[in-house]
């Protein structure tokens, strides 16, 4: 948090503005200001040297301040308001004519190219019909605020909008009953400050908004005059000579939180029994609130005329020795502040109605000032984390939390990925218990603070798994086929031995003996030949259950013959038996018509490893012996090609 006795002093106020008597003299004072790349527009109540006429408005050269043509004049002679629009500059306040002859009804545009000036006229209608108080550029229009209540012919009540493109004023809704001093754009919104007590026809005190389309009021508003408004972030910032904004007591400031549409006080050490008479101006700028006017002691006995707000550290802070009179205008820049006024002095210094104030670059570390929440997902599954989730634990004085850069460190078994706004925590398959990871936030200026943090995955009971079971067991009913079931199941939370297996038949002739301790299933069906479907369930201590079915073709014999007699309707490729085998085993297929045979046998890498037979057999079922004593250990696949019919199967070798 930022102290007083860590704040820049009076060095951060420009010398160049004095001392000079370019616009010295009684009671004079500047109320608007606008910045456009180089140059410094001014404007207000004076006269500029060398001029022998009252102008209100100047150009800063880099050395001092000229005149823009001969300025305004006429009937009031005074500037309020400012806004740049590309080449142009516009020109609000109480005036008549502009550069000496031109008719301009209290609002005008100074062309920075050519340097002439020229009216807003709207068939025929000359600008506005009293004193312009503010205006704000936004996207092709100007928005006007002030005393006004016809413009260019059109009623509109105190505030109105002018078109660059159609060069025509359109009022905003039925207007506001009052004087509308100040402006403020957000998004689609428009705050307008001022005196007065309803905004389209609706109960407003002093503060209204528009969304396009219809006035609200933001609450019971403020009970007295709003001179300026700002806006950062959520909350939208109100000066003037109000004490009290909705119920809340306060003093010359509030601020209205637009979501939780609520408004507070700024600190806690303002107080009616201070020197404050009111907040004429404000500007945001980074991580600060400026404010100025006739403030002095208003704030924890801060000097006189202007502040800074840190809404991050809650805390006033000054300028350094502050200004010797008040402020009507504020304007950020940058890193710096331009502010006018009737000051003579800015930081001791000679600085005649105008200072800038160059805030010097800070940098604080960001803070994780709480604890972070142990995050949980389940095993197997993932977990897409918001960062913003992250923004309420985290303090920054300089950056936004979305501009802070948000980093985690893995942890040894659960990841943690980056994807656009959020982070990705996955774990390895099957696996759950509690990870610590770290999290890093760090600033533009790469400061940053660290904090472990937990990620716990949640066990989950997965169900067993069978899988690789020969599609088709071939044997004799005269003997026993044994399939090694264990090598075919498997589950991650339980052993083998541990799970409850289960068999049925579609023939009651298929008979099974399973051996618990072995995890071996005997199969046998005597006296019986032709095919039986065998169901096979296995469940685990959570009723999790994994079911499968293989085809029982039943033989009368496995001898090595071909049986040309039985002529089978289709070509049939069948499973190996044994399976698994060592070193021998059993290869049986059938053909419908005599065709040219193929068959060869393949390892895993597609590598050819036998050709059992390529010619042409005749039309009947085949038995061919594969002996694999010359292979290692492992699976093959034998793939049957005859004619257009081809087709592999998946035998294992075990020796």
Not at 562 to 581: A, G, K, R, S, T
Request: aromatic share 10%; glycine share 10%.
């Amino acid at each position: 948090m930022n102290t007083l006795a860590s704040e820049p002093g009076d060095e951060s106020w420009d010398d160049r503005f004095g001392p000079n008597d370019d616009l010295d003299d009684y009671d004079e004072n500047v109320r608007a200001i606008a910045v456009a790349e180089s140059e410094i527009y001014i404007g207000g109540i004076f006269w500029v040297r060398g001029a022998p006429y009252w102008n209100g408005v100047a150009k800063w050269d880099g050395k001092g301040w000229s005149s823009l043509g001969r300025g305004v004049g006429g009937r009031g002679r005074i500037v309020n308001a400012l806004a740049i629009f590309d080449n142009d500059l516009y020109v609000g306040g109480s005036f008549t004519e502009v550069d000496d002859t031109i008719p301009a009804n209290n609002i005008a545009k100074w062309n920075r190219a050519t340097k002439t000036w020229s009216t807003l006229n709207t068939n025929g209608e000359n600008g506005v019909n009293a004193t312009i108080m503010t205006l704000v550029a936004h996207k092709n229009e100007l928005y006007a605020g002030g005393s006004f209540t016809i413009a260019g012919g059109a009623k509109t009540n105190h505030i109105a909008i002018w078109n660059s493109s159609t060069e025509t004023w359109t009022p905003m809704g039925s207007g506001i009953n009052g004087v509308v001093n100040s402006i403020v754009i957000l998004d689609t919104a428009i705050y307008a400050g001022g005196h007065f007590s309803s905004a389209g026809g609706m109960l407003a005190n002093n503060i209204a908004k528009w969304d396009g389309h219809k006035w609200s009021a933001l609450d019971d508003g403020l009970n007295d005059v709003v001179y300026a408004i700002a806006i950062m972030g959520d909350e939208v910032y109100v000066g003037g000579d109000f004490t009290k904004a909705g119920n809340v007591e306060v003093c010359k400031i509030a601020k209205w939180n637009t979501l939780g549409k609520k408004w507070s006080a700024v600190g806690n050490n303002v107080h009616h029994d201070s020197l404050c008479y009111g907040v004429h101006a404000m500007a945001a700028s980074g991580n600060y609130l400026y404010i100025g006017g006739i403030i002095e002691k208003a704030v924890a006995n801060l000097p006189y005329a202007i502040a800074k707000w840190n809404p991050i550290a809650g805390s006033w802070t000054p300028l350094g020795s502050g200004l010797n009179s008040g402020v009507r205008a504020i304007l950020s820049h940058g890193s710096d502040v331009y502010t006018g006024g009737y000051f003579t002095q800015a930081g001791g210094k000679p600085s005649t109605r105008f200072a800038i104030w160059h805030e010097p670059e800070q940098n604080h570390a960001p803070v994780i000032n709480s604890s972070l929440p142990t995050l949980s997902f389940n095993e197997d599954t993932s977990l897409l984390y918001p960062i913003s989730k992250w923004y309420s634990r985290v303090q920054d004085q300089e950056d936004a939390d979305s501009a802070l850069a948000f980093t985690v460190i893995p942890g040894k078994k659960v990841q943690a990925t980056r994807q656009g706004n959020n982070y990705l925590f996955t774990a390895p398959q099957n696996w759950f218990g509690q990870n610590k990871l770290k999290l890093i936030v760090a600033d533009r200026g790469q400061l940053a603070d660290t904090v472990d943090f937990f990620v716990r995955v949640k066990p989950v009971n997965d169900a067993p798994a069978i899988c690789g079971l020969p599609e088709i067991i071939t044997f004799s009913n005269n003997a026993a086929e044994s399939l090694a079931l264990w090598d075919f199941v498997s589950d991650v939370d339980n052993p083998d031995s541990s799970l409850h297996y289960s068999f049925s038949a579609s023939n009651n002739a298929l008979q099974n003996d399973f051996n618990h301790e072995t995890g071996s299933l005997s199969l046998t069906a005597p006296g019986f030949q032709g095919k039986v479907d065998l169901f096979i369930s296995v469940r685990d201590d959570s009723n999790a259950i994994a079911r499968d079915t293989v085809a029982v073709q039943v033989d009368f014999n496995t001898g090595v013959t071909e049986d040309q007699n039985q002529i089978p309707q289709d070509f049939v490729l069948m499973q190996n038996h044994p399976n698994p085998f060592n070193p021998t085993t059993i290869i049986r297929f059938g053909l419908p018509q005599a065709a040219e045979v193929k068959l060869e046998v393949y390892d895993l890498s597609g590598r050819r490893v036998a050709i059992m037979v390529n010619e042409r057999k005749e039309a009947g079922y085949h038995n061919l012996i594969f002996e694999g004593s010359a292979l290692p250990s492992g699976a093959y696949y034998y793939r049957l090609t005859a004619g257009d019919f081809c087709e592999m199967k998946k035998f294992l070798l075990i020796k």
